[in-house]
């Protein structure tokens, strides 16, 4: 992941050099979770919270960032439809005893090593040179997404409300239906699968059975799939992923599923896609077939990061789903620190971190928006950067050098995903900068737009549009772009560029569209430009 970084494509990061240096009298100290418009202020950084309460309790889960998750506990088919979307096969137990014992043996003694002997050519010496370092990981995929941890700090009252909910289950009788929301990276599809683990092992000293069924609605996104998915997970193989009638295939899923005594929780991850696509017919569906059912029961966990979906269901299926609503905070910088030290004692060899690289972590990652995938992530690549260095200890400066090159990478992302138009008016505005300095007004950007349009015989829009996008560009941090007061001579916008200029400009020019620019030349007409706007 930390890849694509320019020499030059460092950025100013979030949180100064001196927040952790601040911190030494501290035990707990960890970075003040308020920031300022550019991140952490050294002020704000040296003010440390020590409290254990989340930094914020807002389940405002407007944030709709979606990823493909982790695979299914044992199966590495998380949504069940026979892709193992992370390609982990059924890592998600991962064995913490593997280590690199085998490199370091072979690092450790070179005389067994075939080319200790010095006088061989440098040919074949490339492993050599890394194998000497010490390893800095003990099990790395321990930090990644598909590994589902069996311990979940901060969220034992979130786990124990689900586990109170679905208790009725080991009786035989109809648990509650329950939605799980929060922002992304908050635990909600780990815990909710801990829960399903933990009820399903219970389940086997009783006489009814469980079964947990988990479907992520990203990939299983309509109803008909939905419901062939679980027919097939309950015995009907021969139901076809399309082609039936959806009739036939719910009665062939209810047949199947009342053919015993058991009850089912169905579990959907990213709900809200489901029903964006596809409407509310399937939970309807679900939610209404415990009144036919008469040997089964079936339940329904509902996942979301966008809290809004609910108000495109049916207010019938709005009541029947969200009879126990549970809601996951953000994670602070205390609670983070814990997440990853957790993780670490497994992830890393003894003693490879330096006091100052959990806390940094889990600055960076409370800075944004309290996501534990974002921190364990950052972590993992500091490892890597450490390991790159070949040095055999991870350092404040790893951390940073990760945390810049993640920051590039989201940048490069974003720019690469913009739209033609988007990115001519984000050319002409690197244009400007780079020839007529750093800050400009909307009437220069554009003009150059207009040139920079005709170079590649592109229609222009009109002002008001490109200001919109101008707007857009600003909303995804992209530009900074600020309305400023000139007096008497009333108020004018003023633009500038957030990213770096020959990243974003090389993802720019990738565009076969736009590629004809490379070799343009605007500085004559910047220039005119500006002596007009003097004159
Ligand atoms: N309390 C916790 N303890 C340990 N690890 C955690 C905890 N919370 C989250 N994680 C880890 O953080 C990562 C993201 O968690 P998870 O996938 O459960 O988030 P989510 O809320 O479902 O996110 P999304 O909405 O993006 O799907 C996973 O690697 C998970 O193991």
Not at 450 to 471: P, Y
């Amino acid at each position: 992941m930390a890849n694509g970084a320019s020499e030059d494509g460092a950025m100013e990061n979030g949180v100064s050099e001196n927040d952790l240096s601040a911190d030494e009298g501290s035990e707990d100290g960890v970075l003040a979770n308020e920031s300022s418009e550019d991140g952490v202020s050294d002020e704000s950084a040296s003010k440390y919270e020590v409290s254990d309460e989340d930094s914020s309790e807002d389940p405002d889960s407007s944030n709709t960032v979606t990823r493909t998750r982790s695979s299914n506990p044992g199966t590495g088919d998380e949504d069940g439809d026979g892709d193992d979307e992370d390609g982990d096969g059924d890592a998600d137990y991962v064995d913490v005893t593997r280590n690199l014992s085998e490199e370091s043996d072979l690092s450790q003694d070179p005389v067994s090593s075939p080319f200790s002997d010095s006088d061989t050519d440098d040919e074949g010496r490339l492993f050599e040179e890394f194998l000497e370092v010490d390893p800095i990981f003990s099990d790395k995929e321990v930090l990644r997404p598909s590994y589902t941890p069996n311990k979940l700090p901060h969220r034992d009252s979130q786990v124990n409300t689900m586990a109170r909910s679905l208790v009725p289950a080991l009786r035989g009788e109809t648990p509650s239906n329950i939605l799980i929301y929060g922002k992304t990276g908050t635990g909600k599809t780990a815990s909710a699968k801990y829960v399903a683990n933990e009820l399903q092992e219970t389940s086997e000293d009783t006489e009814i059975p469980c079964k947990v069924e988990y479907i992520n609605c990203e990939q299983v996104d309509t109803q008909y799939r939905v419901l062939a998915r679980l027919a097939q997970e309950f015995g009907r193989d021969d139901v076809p992923m399309t082609g039936w009638p959806t009739d036939r295939v719910y009665d062939a899923f209810f047949e199947a599923v009342d053919s015993r005594e058991r009850v089912v929780v169905v579990m959907l991850d990213e709900i809200d896609k489901l029903v964006e696509k596809s409407g509310d017919d399937t939970l309807y569906n679900l939610s209404r077939m415990n009144s036919d059912l008469d040997n089964a029961r079936v339940s329904i966990i509902g996942i979301s990061n966008d809290v809004q979906f609910t108000e495109l269901l049916d207010p019938r299926v709005r009541s029947s789903l969200g009879e126990e609503d549970i809601v996951f905070p953000p994670y602070n910088a205390n609670q983070l620190r814990d997440i990853l030290e957790q993780r670490s004692e497994i992830a890393f060899e003894d003693d490879v971190l330096s006091n100052d690289v959990i806390p940094l972590c889990a600055a960076f990652a409370a800075k944004e928006h309290g996501d534990a995938r974002r921190a364990l992530d950052l972590l993992r690549a500091a490892g890597e950067v450490a390991e790159r260095s070949k040095t055999d200890r991870v350092t404040e400066e790893h951390v940073r050098e990760a945390q810049d090159r993640i920051e590039l990478n989201r940048i490069v992302e974003v720019v690469r995903t913009l739209p033609a138009q988007s990115k001519v008016v984000l050319y002409s505005i690197i244009v400007l900068a780079q020839e007529a300095g750093a800050k400009m007004n909307t009437g220069e950007v554009y003009n150059t737009y207009t040139r920079v349009c005709s170079e590649i015989s592109m229609d222009s829009l009109t002002q008001r549009r490109v200001t919109d996008l101008i707007s857009e560009l600003d909303m995804l941090g992209v530009v900074n772009s600020v309305v400023v007061s000139k007096g008497r001579y009333g108020r004018t916008r003023e633009i500038s560029l957030s990213v770096p200029v020959d990243e974003t400009k090389r993802v720019i020019l990738e565009d076969s569209r736009l590629a004809a620019l490379d070799d343009a030349n605007f500085a004559d007409a910047v220039q005119s430009r500006l002596d007009d706007t003097d004159g």
